[in-house]
């Protein structure tokens, strides 16, 4: 039994079918038992996958009803033979539903470069559908991982005009320095009926907020992909664009993608460290956000944050290099409510000591008021130590 | 006795003032015996320290006689106080040489936003005024050390009309992830007799081919600065814009810099190979340069390096994210002379197994061929490894 909140008229199967060597989990199905309206988001990287270049067509019709996924192998840089193998596999999991070809889609995370073979889903794609079941959903989480060291899965639960729904999100990806290449597949699926077009709206907002807030647009793998399915199994009326129901879902939307994606942080790889670097008195929002991901992304920072120094003079060079005109005279910085510089300043020896317990905790806010506005963002990053170096240097050995 | 080509009419000298607690050198001194003509390139960042509120200035009136570099405290992030240290140093400095203040300059790198002490520049500089000898640039080369795991000279000579000038360069930095606030201080001298304005052309120039070669733009220090002197202590004619000298002039100093800038990626913090990422076949420079930064920036990349593992997928991946618009089915991609893609596909495990051993080298060339026009660029990097971590977690303490 799951202990997440499962929306009604989806089944799940994962298995492991040696595409890993390890003989890990690294198949999965999701399976809706109607059509479902969706939306996705897609990578910006000009190097796209094999199953991008399937998928993205499909989901901009607005309509899916089955996600294939795989680990191990990206199926990117495989040229036609590897768009074959994708648009093979789809053919065959279509053929194994019963379902018209167009209303299935497919993801790869993994090993770059490297031709997929067929094989594994010829056996796998009939073992994935025999085993589908409401209570598997942990079982595809776990399938997606590559150098995850946990699976990703949060839920929400509301109703809309007296009726249930239930918003189930899963995802891979690890944190890493701001995770360029690391790919991050997230799926998010719900028993409320709403449109392709609101799906779309909600769930460009809701990403913006979280994955887009721990990553950088041109930042993308190969192979990044979100999608949100809503196949309105639970019966109730839809939901509709410009409505109180449609702001509480994005708000129970962006929550979901929020907790998965401080997941992902938590999970870059070798990561011991949650921390929010929140910039406030931005003069706009983009600005905001450009000094927060300029210091989120900043190696010294993290690597600050790993040896559990307050070295707040790291982070305001951080902010000077972001490209934001800002006035160093007023920049506050404190780390959760200790300040330890005002005006550009040091506030001290003493309360710099008290910020160095704060860098002991797993999980801190560091504050940057730039005393110029109104404005404010945050991006979630992680501190920067030796396992990330040890798992990334032996990624293919 | 040196054995780098000493251009004539300088002087220098270094000292352990006591600023480092280690009890290192920290405090160096480079003297003209007459005025300069004088250019400089400073950091971006819109954080400046003090030193460089000082010395910018000055260095634009293109005269200069006098250099005072201090390592062990940056003077950045200090405000009026350490504003005044600055002023008060130079000044310091000025009456003890017997030279108009106007013509001192300092520079200064270190820990940011502690507040720089007077006292060892009030006992060190009479000191250091005292020990000036032609002998002793190597002094200054270590006092301008911090993460530095060796000090970096590089020198040319040649001969303009018959009057033998010589160029030589002393630099600090070390390469790190993109240098992002890895302070970068270069001083450039030669005893040939150029004016200002082209000293200001040729150092822009060369500068951009090697230190902005190893960094980017925006991601400078509160601290970085390269300065140009000519002080003509050679006698000879001057050295005129638009002739064959001036080019000449041009290349050694490219290759002095260019020298120096690869000595900083190699003593990446923790650096154990020096890689040239060479992009060729672009529409235009700028896009190659685009390129090149985004692999010779990528963590992933550089962590697989250091692994030694030929991963052209976090390569190809790179520059694929970097913004250029590239044709992923026409890139080639090879390891010194191996190739490992041609036109975005793996060339097989043989040649990969060939590859893996070029990245057993301690200098190699990732050559990137986008094969979509004639243009080209390089950027410099280094492997991404331990120490990086273990150097930068610890730097204050």
């Known amino acids: 039994m799951s202990h997440f909140d499962l ?220 999608l949100l399915l809503a196949n309105g199994a639970n019966g109730g009326a839809p939901i509709e664009a410009g409505t109180a129901a449609a702001e509480q879902f994005s708000l129970h939307l962006e929550r979901v993608l929020l907790d998965l994606a401080k997941m992902i942080v938590r999970d870059g790889e070798g990561a011991t460290k949650l921390v929010e670097i929140r910039v406030t008195g931005a003069t706009d929002e983009p600005s905001a956000r450009t000094v927060a991901k300029s210091v989120a992304t900043s190696s010294l920072v993290k690597t600050a944050f790993f040896g559990e120094d307050a070295n707040w003079g790291r982070i305001i060079a951080a902010v000077g290099y972001s490209g934001i005109d800002v006035d160093q005279n007023r920049i506050d910085i404190s780390f959760n409510q200790i300040p330890v510089a005002r005006n550009g300043l040091t506030t001290g020896p003493e309360l710099e000591a008290q910020a160095t317990e704060i860098l002991k905790l797993d999980d801190f806010v560091v504050n940057i008021d730039l005393n110029q506005g109104q404005s404010e963002a945050s991006y979630y990053t992680s501190d920067l130590g030796y396992d990330y170096i040890r798992i990334n240097a032996d990624y293919r050995t």
């Open 7 to 226: 929306p009604a008229g989806y089944r799940f199967a994962g298995l492991a079918s040696g595409i890993k060597k390890s003989g890990k989990l690294d198949m999965a199905l999701i399976s809706s038992a109607q059509p479902a309206d969706c939306a996705g988001v897609f990578t910006q990287n000009r190097v796209i996958a094999a199953p991008l270049q399937i998928t993205q067509p499909k989901i901009a019709t607005g309509r899916c009803q089955a996600v294939l996924i795989n680990s191990g192998n990206a199926n990117a840089c495989t040229g036609d033979a590897g768009l074959e193998v994708a648009q093979k596999t789809a053919e065959l999991l279509a053929e194994e539903l019963v379902l018209p070809e167009e209303l299935v889609v497919v993801a790869s995370t993994g090993v770059i470069g490297v031709q997929m073979p067929l094989a594994p889903f010829e056996n796998g794609i009939p073992e994935l559908v025999a085993a589908l079941a409401d209570d598997q959903v942990t079982a595809v989480a776990e399938a997606m991982m590559t150098t995850d060291a946990f699976s990703k899965l949060a839920s929400a639960r509301d109703e809309h005009q007296g009726t249930a729904y239930s918003i189930l999100g899963l995802a891979k990806g690890a944190g890493m320095i701001h995770p360029n290449m690391a790919t991050m597949l997230g799926f998010v699926l719900t028993d409320a009926a709403i449109a392709p077009v609101l799906l779309d709206t909600l769930l460009h907002r809701a990403v913006k907020k979280s994955f887009n807030s721990i990553t950088v647009d041109g930042d993308t793998s190969t192979n990044d992909m979100v």
